[in-house]
C-alpha cells in the first residue's frame, strides 16, 4: 500500500526567499509525480509534475524527482505572499490501477 | 474547458443518518475520484472509478458508498454519518488516470450534528 509523506508540515518564510518543500513515498514501481496547490477556500490545482528522474523547471518553481531515494521536491524561488497555500504531493502508478495517493501536505506561509 | 459541479456546497446531517454527495463532469474524462480532506490537511482517497460502472475503493472506502451509472457522474454516499467524519469531500476526473492531472470540484462541507 502506498504512503506519501510530507515535510515539513508547516513553513513561514519572508517574501523573496526560496523555499523547499518535500515528499517521499514508499513504492518504488511509482511513475507520476505532481505537486498540486490549493488556496484557502479554494479547489487543488495542479502545479507541476514529473515523469522522470531529474530536475524540471517552470518559471519560479522547480520539481525534482530521485527515484532510487524515493523522493521528489518542490523549490519555489523568490517566494511571494500569493504563494501562500497548502501543497499537497500527489503519487501513481499504472499498476496501481489509476490510484493517485495525495500527501498530507504542507501549509507554506509567505511574509511579506 | 470543462468543470466539475458538486451538490450540495454544504451539508448537514443527523448522526446515523445517510447522506449523498454528486458529482458531475463535463470535460468527457474517463476516470473520476472521490477524497476526503479533514480540517485543511491532505487528501484521502474514498473512491475512484475508472470508467461507467467501475467502482475502486480506495484507503478510506468503509462507511461509504459510490454509484457511477453515467460518465458523466459520479455519486458518494455516507451510509451512516457519524461526527468524526465532518470534513470536505473533494471529487476530481481525468482523462484517464494514471499518469493525467486531476481537476477538482470545488467540494462539499459536510457537518454532523
Known amino acids: 500500500q502506498q504512503n506519501v509523506q510530507q515535510s515539513p508540515e508547516s513553513l513561514i518564510v519572508p517574501e523573496g526567499a526560496r523555499t523547499s518543500l518535500n515528499c517521499t513515498f514508499s513504492d518504488s514501481a511509482s511513475q507520476y509525480f505532481w505537486w498540486y496547490r490549493q488556496h484557502s477556500g479554494k479547489a487543488p490545482k495542479a502545479l507541476m509534475?514529473?515523469?522522470?528522474?531529474g530536475e524540471k523547471e517552470e518559471g519560479r518553481f522547480t520539481i525534482h524527482l530521485n527515484k532510487a531515494s524515493l523522493h521528489f521536491s518542490l523549490h519555489i524561488r523568490d517566494s511571494q505572499p500569493s504563494d501562500s497555500a497548502l501543497y499537497l504531493c500527489?503519487?501513481?502508478?499504472?499498476?496501481?490501477?489509476?490510484?493517485?495517493?495525495f500527501g498530507s501536505g504542507t501549509r507554506l506561509l509567505v511574509s511579506p | 474547458g470543462g468543470i466539475i459541479t458538486q451538490t450540495p456546497k454544504f451539508l448537514i446531517g443527523q448522526e446515523g443518518q445517510k447522506l449523498t454527495l454528486k458529482c458531475q463532469q463535463n470535460?468527457?474524462?474517463?476516470?473520476m475520484y472521490w477524497y476526503r480532506q479533514d480540517s485543511g490537511k491532505g487528501l484521502r482517497l474514498i473512491y475512484y472509478s475508472i470508467t461507467e460502472n467501475d467502482l475502486q475503493k480506495g484507503d478510506l472506502s468503509e462507511g461509504y458508498d459510490a454509484s457511477r451509472e453515467k460518465k458523466s457522474s459520479f455519486s458518494l454516499t455516507v451510509t451512516s454519518a457519524q461526527k468524526n467524519e465532518m470534513a470536505v469531500f473533494l471529487c476530481a476526473s481525468s482523462i484517464w488516470g494514471g499518469g493525467e492531472t486531476l481537476y477538482f470540484g470545488s467540494g462539499t462541507r459536510l457537518t454532523v450534528l
Open positions: 509534475s514529473i515523469f522522470s528522474n
Open positions: 500527489a503519487v501513481s502508478n499504472r499498476t496501481g490501477g489509476y490510484k493517485v495517493v
Open positions: 470535460f468527457n474524462h474517463d476516470t
